[in-house]
């Protein structure tokens, strides 16, 4: 199994502020038919079901604010909100989509400092 | 607009069995493979398994593998979820989730507590 592996488990940023969540993936996993990165980011705010944000590491989901960025290859990710805004306390969740089972990380809770 | 509603939990003592359905709108059901994803209280997301289009292939988690059945119905573009042999550590919200590789349409959760 791919294992996901975030950091870090929580952060706290000031409005305004950037925040930067990395997640490593325990091998490749590059689809080599495009070229793309199987990794998608997620949002969860409390009582909520997760909302897809990025796709193949970088896609912005449509109506996703453009302040939502993901990067990344080979097998180190991140996802960065470049100015933090109090709508955007949740926990975030990267996922690997190169195979079964479909692994998670464990999460990062965004927090306002 | 792609709409997924989940049923059927509830409390369970542990051993026993439940059938949990996702109801399936605003998408043409049997061209898209469907999960169930799983999060336990104040937990992560734990995917539980997949199942292609046309219900002839099946992935599970170690976890649930040999307990848990997911199966489709095209017809009433419902997806289930058979959960027997029920343990403690299976109490979570359960998800389903449409396949893009990625999911971007996800239900609401139904929750399953299995208690004595």
């Known amino acids: 199994d791919i294992v996901m592996t975030q950091s870090p488990d929580s952060l706290a940023v000031s409005l305004g502020e950037m925040a930067t969540i990395n997640c490593k993936s325990s091998?490749?996993?590059?689809?080599?038919?495009?070229?793309?990165?199987?990794l998608a980011w997620y949002q969860q705010k409390p009582g909520q079901s997760p909302k897809l944000l990025i796709s193949?590491?970088?896609t912005r989901e449509s109506g996703v604010p453009d302040r939502f960025s993901g990067s990344g290859s080979a097998t180190d990710f991140t996802l960065t909100i470049s100015s933090l805004q109090a709508e955007d306390v949740a926990v975030y969740y990267c996922?690997?989509?190169?195979?079964?089972?479909?692994?998670f990380g464990q999460g990062t809770k965004v927090e306002i400092k | 607009q792609v709409q997924l509603v989940e049923s059927g939990g509830g409390v369970v003592q542990p051993g026993r069995s439940l059938r949990l359905s996702c109801a399936a709108s605003?998408?043409?059901?049997?061209?898209?493979?469907l999960h169930w994803v799983r999060q336990a209280p104040g937990k992560g997301l734990e995917w539980v398994a997949l199942?292609?289009?046309?219900?002839?292939?099946?992935y599970y988690a170690d976890s649930v593998k040999g307990r848990f059945t997911i199966s489709r119905d095209n017809s009433k573009n419902t997806l289930y979820l058979q959960m027997n042999s029920l343990r403690a550590e299976d109490t979570a919200v359960y998800y389903c989730?449409?396949?893009?590789?990625?999911?971007?349409?996800w239900g609401q959760g139904t929750l399953v507590t299995v208690s004595s």
């Open positions: 199942i292609s289009p046309d219900g002839n292939t099946e």
């Open positions: 996922q690997q989509y190169y195979n079964t089972p479909r692994t």
């Open positions: 989730a449409k396949d893009d590789g990625y999911s971007n349409n």
């Open positions: 091998q490749s996993i590059l689809d080599s038919s495009n070229n793309k990165q199987c």
């Open positions: 605003g998408f043409t059901f049997s061209i898209y493979g």
């Open positions: 193949w590491a970088s």
